[in-house]
């Protein structure tokens, strides 16, 4: 057996894996009338998978297919690693439409069609993730890799054998081929903290570029008068920026800093305790005035769903994320393109501290 990376080192979002649609499916303990899925057929083109169920159609989208079918390795082993990640489903029937799934999974990307239409009636809570036949068949997905295996050899126009490899293997990408391990912020990846720590937001945690953390930061609280957020002083001693400061600063550095609470900042500089609105986390819970604000370089080592070289839109990213943390989900985090911080860099959403290690304090 071969070891491949995953979907998510270097492709597109695609936003749940078969194992964590059926983890979170609230329709595992229903009656299935006939207990077996038959497979259909493959569309390589689409890369889907085709079941039915009854008589209800299903479809699983896997695609992983568009990479791991250019690595080497058997037909077999390529298309157990892809269906080991993140996939796109349907099917035909009602409840995965009107029991609300189809919405979520729009929300969440792993849908195949879309629906904007809220479940108000019946899943106004957007409990589960997909309906009792799409619940079986992910969870019987191996079953149908042989079947599956031999589809994709045929589309070649070769004969399939369960340890069968491509004729001109040795001519074929490998992951190094892929992945650039700089990856796109060649500074690497820093986190402006208010408090000093990694608790972040209801939206997760923030990491990007050093110029985009520290924009973040001075945007939710303040930019110094002088100096940097360095994790050496309180905030409630640090004097503040006002409106002709932040002029003057603007121009020094050559972007705009009258952003976020730093809009609301007098014509003077000034100390935190003398405005009545104060700066706060993204909770919405005030910063503290003996915090120890701090842009800190840390290291990404939690999986993610894309990669940094195809990331998504900013506010797709963080809005996925956003459901996934209210719903329980949040398991990857999602690479994105900057729409204000260091416009233009790559940033990425995580769901919490776990998923990053402090290299430097």
Same mark, same amino acid.
């Given at each position: 057996?071969?070891? &491949? ?32 899925? =038959? ?5 390589? +083109? ?15 989208? #896997?695609?992983? &297919?568009? #990479?791991?079918?250019r690595l080497k390795g058997s037909d077999l082993d390529k298309l157990s690693a892809a269906l080991g990640d993140d996939v796109r489903v349907h099917c035909t029937c009602?409840? !995965?439409?009107?029991?609300? !799934?189809?919405? #979520? ?6 849908? &195949? +069609?879309?629906? %904007? ?9 957007? =409990? ?5 036949? @799409?619940?079986y068949l992910l969870g019987q997905l191996d079953h149908y890799t042989d079947d599956v295996a031999a589809d994709i050899a045929r589309s070649r126009g070769t004969r ?11 001519? @074929?990408?490998?992951?190094?081929? !892929? ?27 923030? #990491? ?8 973040? @930061? ?64 993204? %909770? ?78």
């Amino acid at each position: 057996m071969i070891s &491949l990376p995953t979907f998510r080192d270097f492709q597109e979002l695609n936003e749940a894996s078969p194992a964590e649609l059926v983890s979170g499916s609230n329709r595992a303990g229903r009656r299935f009338v006939p207990l077996r899925a =038959e497979y259909l057929g493959l569309s390589f +083109r689409k890369k889907e998978l085709r079941f039915a169920v009854g008589k209800y159609r299903l479809t699983v989208a #896997v695609p992983a &297919l568009k #990479v791991v079918s250019r690595l080497k390795g058997s037909d077999l082993d390529k298309l157990s690693a892809a269906l080991g990640d993140d996939v796109r489903v349907h099917c035909t029937c009602p409840d !995965f439409r009107y029991g609300g !799934f189809q919405y #979520v999974g729009t929300q969440l990307d792993y849908s &195949l +069609r879309t629906e %904007d239409r809220f479940p108000s009636v019946r899943n106004p809570k957007e =409990e589960g993730t997909v309906c009792k036949h @799409l619940t079986y068949l992910l969870g019987q997905l191996d079953h149908y890799t042989d079947d599956v295996a031999a589809d994709i050899a045929r589309s070649r126009g070769t004969r399939w054998y369960s340890d069968v490899r491509h004729a001109n293997e040795s001519e @074929l990408p490998t992951f190094n081929d !892929f992945v650039d391990e700089s990856g796109p912020s060649p500074d690497g990846w820093y986190h402006g903290s208010p408090s000093g720590d990694l608790r972040g937001g209801p939206n997760g945690l923030h #990491v990007g570029s050093k110029l985009a953390a520290t924009q973040a @930061l001075e945007s939710r609280i303040g930019v110094p008068a002088d100096g940097w957020w360095d994790g050496k002083r309180t905030y409630g001693s640090t004097l503040l920026a006002g409106q002709r400061t932040l002029a003057r600063l603007s121009k020094e550095r050559g972007y705009g800093l009258v952003t976020g609470y730093n809009c609301g900042a007098p014509q003077e500089d000034y100390l935190p305790k003398s405005r009545k609105d104060r700066a706060k986390y993204g %909770d919405g819970t005030a910063v503290e005035y003996d915090a120890r604000p701090r842009v800190v370089k840390v290291s990404i080592v939690g999986p993610m769903s894309n990669s940094s070289y195809s990331p998504m839109e900013d506010a797709r990213a963080n809005g996925i994320m956003a459901g996934m943390r209210r719903r329980g989900m949040a398991r990857k985090g999602y690479f994105y393109t900057n729409a204000g911080e260091d416009e233009g860099s790559v940033s990425a959403v995580l769901p919490d501290g776990r998923h990053v290690l402090v290299e430097e304090v």
